[in-house]
């Protein structure tokens, strides 16, 4: 069973290296470790209260986590343990900030990550534009269809 709580600050040490591995299984090519910045970085305005922080649990082990920009209802990340992928966590996890943010929630994806689109496409989600992130790779926006029920 998976279980969802509020992400706590003394999370953030473990979710880091969390989010390292999972990125750096999906984009290779890209060195994720100097990256980890970035995401202490979106951890510490998590705790400033600019993202609605998320953990997805399992045995007591973190699975994944998420972070919505409050103002915006941006799902700013949403991450799953490599070893934790097929397991349900992401269905929890974003089932979760469906029940908190609802028809708002929106997000950019990158291009290229199909297995992450095609996630999004059977939670509901369509593809509403196309454009670039900061690094140059094209990306998606996408929104939830408008009527897709919001429990799963």
Do not use: C
Not at 22 to 48: K, N, S, V
Not at 71 to 78: C, D, F, R, W
Not at 86 to 108: E, N, Q
Not at 128 to 141: C, K, S
């Amino acid at each position: 069973m998976i279980d969802i709580t509020d992400g706590r600050a003394d999370d953030a040490p473990a979710l880091a290296e969390l989010w390292r591995a999972a990125w750096q299984l999906t984009y290779p090519e890209i060195d994720f470790a100097a990256r980890l910045p970035f995401i202490h970085g979106q951890f510490g305005e998590a705790a400033e209260g600019r993202y609605a922080f998320r953990v997805a649990w399992h045995a007591s082990v973190p699975q994944g986590f998420t972070l919505v920009e409050g103002e915006t209802s941006l799902l700013e990340q949403i991450v799953v343990a490599p070893e934790a992928w097929g397991t349900g966590a992401a269905d929890a996890l974003l089932d979760d900030v469906l029940k908190r943010h609802g028809p708002t929630l929106w997000l950019v994806v990158n291009q290229f990550n199909a297995r992450a689109i095609t996630f999004y496409q059977r939670k509901g989600f369509v593809i509403v534009a196309e454009g670039a992130n900061a690094a140059g790779r094209p990306t998606y926006t996408m929104r939830l269809a408008a009527k897709t029920p919001l429990t799963p």
